[in-house]
């Protein structure tokens, strides 16, 4: 697939004929015979080809009705290259309606116009199903005559990488295995939200807090856990959802800053999860070994040998694929359900031998007595901080949402009704055995108390004939009851061993699905490539797309924390990483309901901004009560993640709550700002800059970007003159480009090209048009022409008109002049400077030039190569590159002029040395001339550069001339090192400057005294820019003046770095082109850069506070 094939005009269009056996010919010519094979004639699809056409049913696929009615599937002639290219996601399909018959099926009319359809909605990387693309705008509008491609390619969505990787798993995405809701979500989060505490630590927590504080812990926890699966939901429902669970859902609404911080963290919790869990399977089986004397070495090496011996184990199950885990934590569940079951049963048969140990059957004198909290060296929030990690786990459904089958339904459902489930379990739990065991209990059965001493005890035992007050007095305590005895339901249960078993499927499968959602969100984040250097780990295998690389490195984490075998230093660390990242699920609600974005629109319901917002500020309060040293870790943790990634700039674009917020400020700021009145202390010079294309006068961008930035707004305007027709659709790519180009620049400010006849009438539209409300221009900056002796006349007649506009329109003006000039885009071809630096940062549209010797520019000042995007590959543009006009490849040595002129355009790139800026403020225009050379110095690159003033004055009066102004520029609070006041401006300049620029002149000149009146007309009507005899003795003094300032320039000024000079002005009508020009030449010929400025006499400074 060469790019070559891009210019063909294919007279003879080919057909892609797809048959229904997924078989392709290529026909040459147009398809008139409806007979070509029936079957074939069907299945022509206009496809980028991902899935077997032929699992697509020919034409007519299930939503389609009658073939190529409702889908528009018609045989649509392609170019060869429409097949999706290897360059990234541009297409261009060529329509050819006169050979086609299947046109005439939308409503009945020949049109090519699409009929609404799902696929042309799809992402170019739609695992569901073809992506079609629609006719583009220019197929269906231009005049028929023209030929194809004149307008670049039809845009195509462009595909991130994790698109395509997402691509080419749909290509092979038969046998993959897909969940439902139950066994995908519910399943999962209840497995993995009833943990080991149900069994072990729940009675104890009855035992502390009290059946009442016990049942708004739970109570507490829900509430957390149900805001954050309503958020959920909300996020899982507004769009089509890929793997990586609470990850994707992150970074796709708030971006990938925040996404990308809780992604690592989220897939790193996940994974020493594993090996909590795993330690609590082991310790309950260390516990076992130590009832029947088998312990191995002693326990804590013990608990390593088994952890790591199951970590093994759950790695293989996780290895050998998703199916045979789900069985897995199928077969898990049913244990567990049995097991709470058996409790439940057990709690109702009171046995006598179970009494000493505290258990007494239902009673309500216990629930009395166990309704208040009992705290033994605990606080309500150290219990709470022990169960809150049981009501985690709500997001194992969400983690694997790459492998459900239809995560938008399955998401909601299978989180909710588990939150709901495991809820009332924890309740039922609490209820029950706080009214069926008394907290103390000293299981021997010599406690019992003869009828004698019953009216002293006052225990609710006492009523069943037991006297445990014992353990209160004792030191040691006693071994059981709720306080004591953390196998409590063991007791209860109806088969002690079934708990025992409900213990270890409880561990296990919460260690399993930890042990699956972590290198899948892992893998999710590697895929997306924010972090460099772990794309790795994104390679999936199998028909699954198994993360196995991810399998292994969560599998390395996990036995690393499983070696520590003390897991109550780990166990806070872990629910705050949780918390981190359910507080961002519910602040990323918030967040884009506040952005108010069309695209915002779930079709879950049930949510609300508000609540979501205290959703989140509910888990940041639990993350510090649970452990406020954690939390401040995880917060720096999460911040430092933040600032990397915000930092190196992920070239991803995920349409964002915060772009959406970000513009939904700007526009109410922008707004807001419309409707305050100006005021002299806030002006900014807000500057139009023509630059034409902002690379190619890198001199006059940078500059006036040193006083712009961070204080007023810059527009790069740029006049496109001299095409025989318009092509709109380029200037808008360019636009987009050549922001970008500034953007990496880091130039801040904003490139506007108009078309138009002339650079006048551009430049016009520009001024008037340009900026926002408040944020228009006031200020027009130009480059000098120093070329405007060599070309056409009437160049200057349009350069000099611009400056009279501007002053029309009231802005300020602002001439820069390099004696080396500005324009640098000859030397280096425009489109490679630019395509250098796309390629080196990876950006996808590499320039192509294209002769286009009929758009040649009437504007000889700018560059005539119009660069016109396509994608394509780089080899094209060695090739193409003839065209262009002179554009010297870099390698090629540059005269001496050039290279003078590239090093004098970087000139104000570098930190300008100890020198001066000399400001010849000569006219009052407000203060610009003043404010500008004042913005510089305070700019770092120029701050070692002092401000000298020069003024006109009288010979008799310079001393107080020089006190006045300086009274004048304290009053400003404007730092200067020295005053020049000029008494000798108006003495007469040297003989042989007057002389230099009379010659200069005599071409333009019109001596109308040589020749008759009438035809002295014809010729000044033909040729406005000619100097009459008579102008030229009108403003002698001027024209003098002009020379003599510059003597003056070159006396006192010749080693400024800048010089900062009120601009001449010139009365329209009255002044002739030619001579204004050739004033502006005179004043500045010879110097170092000058600046000639001139306000519109509007003050700009004030002294007053």
């Known amino acids: 697939q060469s790019g070559r094939s891009r210019y063909k005009v294919e007279h003879q269009p080919q057909l892609v004929v797809r048959g229904s056996d997924g078989s392709a010919t290529a026909q040459e010519g147009p398809a008139t015979d409806p007979g070509a094979g029936g079957e074939e004639a069907k299945g022509r699809f206009r496809v980028v080809n991902f899935a077997d056409p032929s699992e697509a049913g020919s034409a007519a696929s299930p939503e389609g009705g009658a073939p190529g009615e409702g889908l528009q599937n018609g045989d649509t002639v392609m170019s060869e290259t429409s097949l999706h290219s290897s360059t990234g996601g541009q297409h261009h399909y060529h329509y050819d309606t006169h050979t086609n018959t299947y046109y005439l099926r939308t409503f009945g009319h020949n049109t090519i116009d699409a009929v609404p359809n799902i696929d042309f909605y799809r992402q170019t990387a739609a695992p569901l199903g073809e992506k079609l693309i629609r006719p583009t705008l220019s197929e269906l509008h231009d005049e028929l005559d023209k030929e194809p491609f004149e307008d670049g390619f039809a845009n195509g969505?462009?595909?991130?990488?994790?698109?395509?990787?997402?691509?080419?798993?749909?290509?092979?995405?038969?046998?993959?295995?897909?969940?439902?809701?139950?066994?995908?979500?519910?399943?999962?989060?209840?497995?993995?939200?009833?943990?080991?505490?149900?069994?072990?630590?729940?009675?104890?927590?009855?035992?502390?807090?009290?059946?009442?504080?016990?049942?708004?812990?739970?109570?507490?926890?829900?509430?957390?856990?149900?805001i954050t699966g309503l958020s959920t939901s909300a996020i899982a429902t507004n769009g089509f959802v890929r793997g990586g669970g609470a990850y994707y859902l992150i970074s796709r609404s708030?971006?990938?800053?925040?996404?990308?911080?809780i992604g690592l963290i989220f897939a790193f919790a996940n994974a020493v999860a594993v090996a909590m869990y795993v330690v609590g399977f082991a310790e309950t089986v260390v516990e076992l070994l130590k009832g029947v004397d088998a312990i191995m070495t002693d326990e804590i090496n013990d608990v390593r040998i088994i952890g790591t011996i199951t970590v093994i184990l759950l790695l293989g199950i996780s290895v050998a694929g998703m199916e045979w885990e789900a069985k897995a934590q199928i077969f898990l569940l049913f244990v567990l359900v049995t097991a709470i079951v058996n409790y439940f049963i057990g709690s109702f048969i009171s046995v006598k031998a179970k009494e000493p140990a505290g258990f007494f059957g239902y009673d309500g004198s216990i629930l009395w007595e166990n309704m208040g909290p009992d705290f033994r060296g605990e606080t309500f929030f150290s219990v709470f901080s022990i169960f809150f990690p049981a009501a985690t786990g709500i997001l194992a459904g969400a983690n694997i949402s790459g492998d459900l089958s239809d995560p938008q339904m399955a998401i909601p459902k299978g989180t909710l009704l588990a939150i709901l489930i495991t809820g009332i379990v924890y309740l039922g739990v609490a209820v029950s055995t706080g009214a069926c065991i008394v907290r103390d209990a000293s299981g021997s059965l010599n406690d019992t108390v003869s009828s004698q001493f019953m009216t002293n005890c006052s225990d609710a035992a006492c009523k069943f004939g037991y006297d445990f007050s014992t353990c209160k007095s004792s030191k040691d305590g006693c071994t059981y009851g709720l306080q004591n005895d953390f196998q409590v339901m063991s007791l209860v249960s109806g088969f002690g061993p079934i708990i025992t078993a409900g213990i270890f499927s409880a561990t296990l499968s919460s260690a399993l699905a930890s042990l699956v959602s972590a290198p899948k969100v892992f893998q999710a984040l590697c895929k997306d490539n924010i972090y460099p250097g772990l794309g790795m780990f994104a390679k999936g295998y199998g028909k699954n797309n198994e993360p196995l690389r991810g399998y292994i490195l969560t599998f390395g984490i996990a036995l690393a924390f499983i070696l520590i075998a003390k897991l109550n230093t780990i166990a806070p660390i872990i629910s705050n990483f949780f918390l981190a990242s359910y507080a961002l699920i519910n602040f990323s609600v918030f967040h884009a309901s506040l952005a108010n974005s069309p695209g915002w629109r779930p079709s879950f319901k049930y949510y609300n901004m508000w609540v979501s917002l205290a959703g989140a500020i509910l888990c940041c309060v639990v993350m510090f009560v649970i452990n406020w040293a954690a939390a401040l870790l995880t917060n720096v943790i999460v911040m430092g993640l933040y600032i990397y990634v915000s930092y190196k700039k992920p070239d991803v674009n995920w349409g964002s709550s915060t772009q959406a917020l970000t513009y939904h400020q700007a526009l109410t700021h922008t707004l807001h700002l419309s409707g305050v009145e100006d005021h002299i202390k806030n002006f900014r010079p807000q500057c139009l800059v023509m630059t034409g294309y902002?690379?190619?006068?890198?001199?006059?961008l940078d500059l006036v970007h040193t006083f712009t930035k961070n204080v007023g707004l810059m527009i790069c305007g740029h006049v496109r003159t001299g095409y025989r027709r318009p092509n709109f659709k380029d200037?808008?790519?360019?636009?987009?480009?050549?922001?970008?180009?500034?953007?990496?620049?880091?130039?801040?400010?904003?490139?506007?090209?108009?078309?138009?006849?002339?650079?006048?009438?551009?430049?016009?539209?520009?001024?008037?048009?340009?900026?926002?409300?408040?944020?228009?221009?006031?200020?027009?900056?130009?480059?000098?022409?120093?070329?405007?002796?060599?070309?056409?006349?009437?160049?200057?007649?349009?350069?000099?008109?611009?400056?009279?506009?501007?002053?029309?329109?009231?802005?300020?003006?602002?001439?820069?002049?390099?004696?080396?000039?500005l324009d640098v885009s000859h030397i280096q071809g425009q489109d490679e400077l630019l395509s250098s630096q796309e390629k080196s940062s990876g950006m996808k549209d590499v320039i192509v030039s294209i002769d286009t010797s009929k758009d040649s520019d009437a504007e000889s000042s700018k560059p005539s190569s119009k660069a016109t995007s396509l994608q394509n590959s780089p080899a094209l543009q060695k090739?193409?590159?003839?065209?262009?006009?002179?554009?010297?490849?870099?390698?090629?040595?540059?005269?001496?002029?050039?290279?003078?002129?590239?090093?004098a355009s970087q000139q104000f790139r570098q930190k300008q040395g100890k020198s001066t800026v000399d400001v010849w403020w000569l006219f009052?225009?407000?203060?610009?001339?003043?404010?500008?050379?004042?913005?510089?110095?305070?700019?770092?690159r120029w701050s070692d550069c002092k401000i000298r003033v020069f003024i006109g004055g009288k010979i008799n009066r310079i001393d107080h001339d020089r006190r006045a102004m300086a009274t004048l520029l304290s009053k400003f609070r404007i730092d200067f090192s020295d005053i020049t006041v000029l008494g000798d401006i108006n003495t007469k300049p040297k003989k042989e400057h007057v002389t230099a620029f009379e010659e200069m002149i005599e071409p333009y000149r019109l001596k109308e005294d040589d020749m008759d009146q009438d035809v002295a007309e014809r010729l000044k009507n033909s040729e406005p820019w000619r100097i009459?005899?008579?102008?030229?003795?009108?403003?002698?003094?001027?024209?003098?003046?002009?020379?003599?300032?510059?003597?003056?320039l070159q006396e006192h000024s010749s080693t400024a770095n800048l010089i900062v000079m009120s601009l001449p002005l010139a009365r329209k009508g009255a002044v002739s082109s030619a001579l204004y020009m050739a004033w502006l030449e005179v004043l500045s010929k010879d110097l170092p850069?000058?600046?000639?400025?001139?306000?519109?006499?509007?003050?700009?400074?004030t002294f007053y506070s």
Not at 168 to 181: C, H, I, N, Q
Not at 879 to 903: C, F, I, T, W, Y
Not at 926 to 936: D, N
């Open 157 to 226: 969505d462009e595909l991130t990488p994790a698109e395509e990787s997402a691509a080419k798993e749909a290509a092979d995405s038969k046998g993959v295995v897909k969940f439902g809701w139950i066994k995908g979500v519910l399943v999962r989060c209840m497995l993995n939200i009833w943990g080991v505490m149900l069994f072990i630590r729940m009675s104890w927590i009855v035992g502390q807090a009290g059946v009442a504080l016990s049942c708004l812990i739970v109570a507490m926890a829900s509430v957390v856990t149900t």
């Open 879 to 903: 090739a193409e590159q003839g065209g262009v006009e002179p554009s010297k490849s870099p390698s090629m040595p540059l005269n001496v002029s050039d290279q003078r002129l590239l090093e």
């Open 1028 to 1048: 009459t005899d008579n102008e030229l003795e009108l403003y002698r003094a001027k024209t003098n003046r002009q020379i003599r300032l510059n003597e003056l």
């Open 731 to 821: 200037l808008a790519n360019d636009q987009a480009r050549y922001q970008r180009w500034l953007l990496r620049n880091e130039t801040k400010g904003f490139y506007t090209a108009v078309f138009a006849e002339d650079l006048r009438q551009g430049s016009q539209y520009l001024l008037q048009a340009a900026g926002l409300g408040r944020l228009k221009p006031n200020t027009l900056v130009l480059g000098f022409k120093n070329d405007w002796r060599d070309g056409d006349m009437m160049n200057v007649e349009t350069y000099i008109s611009m400056i009279h506009d501007a002053f029309d329109f009231q802005f300020g003006a602002v001439i820069l002049r390099l004696r080396e000039g």
């Open 694 to 700: 902002p690379n190619s006068r890198p001199a006059l």
């Open 254 to 261: 708030l971006g990938p800053e925040f996404g990308g911080s």
């Open 924 to 940: 009052d225009d407000g203060g610009l001339t003043l404010l500008i050379p004042y913005l510089l110095t305070n700019k770092k």
């Open 1089 to 1101: 850069p000058i600046l000639l400025v001139r306000g519109n006499h509007q003050s700009v400074l």
